[in-house]
């Protein structure tokens, strides 16, 4: 990890990241298993469409903690792995239908619109894609039976489309308010899915690594215990692309102050 510009210019104030071993560790910032939280993050990553997924936050250690990347080029929309089948409705990991046969809901005909593989019932709502695979943003939480999960182990994750360039920064918030989880890219919301009630949580968290590596510069990174409306995002986006630093009272800020901009 490298210490370099952040998006402003200012020297020493942001991370390189290298993609290949480069993380920083910090205790977990999440306070309870089953309450909101928002994630707020600045990211330039700087490889894509190389197939491979590119983990900027979160943590796994069996289970996940709830987790950000930028996405895996082999799918558009919802949640792909191209290397097996796609996943039944509501079954979660192992609950596996032929490729090709997923079904989306009536209501929800957008989710399955990836050929070859998709996951309808964690599909993201709202974002019918772009047609362009490997530009977005994969989210995941894994949870298990820890942290008195009620869900015994349903997968939550999905895909936000169209959200990063390469070599350009990019202002990423995930919300989550009970069971409802929404997505902001550059202040404006993209996405809104079903989060479970309760998310698996760690001792530790990671920036620049989930199960793999990221790539690119990370500048603020910033944690909250409770949801951010989409008037909160927007007016944090307008503040922050003015260069101005913002903090909320229940920010956590003691071990990511250096990736603040400060």
């Known amino acids: 990890v490298t210490v370099v510009a952040d998006r402003t210019g200012a020297a020493g104030s942001a991370y390189y990241f290298d993609g290949v071993d480069g993380v920083i ?4 910032p999440f306070d309870s298993a089953d309450g909101d939280f928002s994630i707020a993050i600045w990211l330039k990553p700087t490889a894509m469409d190389d197939n491979s997924w590119h983990g900027f936050v979160g943590y796994q250690e069996g289970t996940r903690s709830p987790s ?5 080029n082999g799918c558009d929309v919802g949640f792909c792995d191209c290397a097996s089948a796609a996943q039944a409705p509501g079954g979660g990991d192992g609950a ?3 490729v090709g046969e997923c079904t989306p809901p009536d209501d929800l005909t957008h989710q399955c619109t990836t050929a070859g593989c998709c996951d309808c019932s964690t599909a993201t709502s709202g974002n019918s894609g772009n047609g362009v695979s490997g530009d977005g943003m994969h989210w995941d939480t894994r949870t ?3 942290n008195g999960n009620e869900h015994g182990g349903q997968r939550f994750a999905g895909v ?4 990063f360039v390469s070599g350009e920064y990019t202002h990423v918030v995930w919300s989550k308010a ?3 989880c929404t997505f902001f890219k550059n202040g404006a919301l993209t996405d ?3 989060c479970p009630t309760h998310v698996d949580l760690h001792a530790n968290y990671d920036i620049g690594h989930v199960d793999n590596f990221f790539q690119g510069v990370i500048d603020e990174v910033s944690f909250y215990t409770s949801a951010m409306s989409s008037g909160d995002v927007s007016a944090m986006y307008a503040m922050a692309s003015a260069g101005m630093m913002v903090f909320r009272s229940e920010e956590h800020t003691s071990e990511l102050q250096s990736l603040a901009g400060s």
């Open 178 to 180: 009970g069971t409802a």
């Open 160 to 163: 936000a489309d169209n959200y």
């Open 96 to 98: 596996d239908i032929p």
């Open 68 to 72: 950000l990347w930028v996405n895996f």
């Open 25 to 28: 560790t910090v205790d977990t």
């Open 144 to 146: 298990g039976v820890a």
């Open 192 to 194: 809104t899915t079903v």
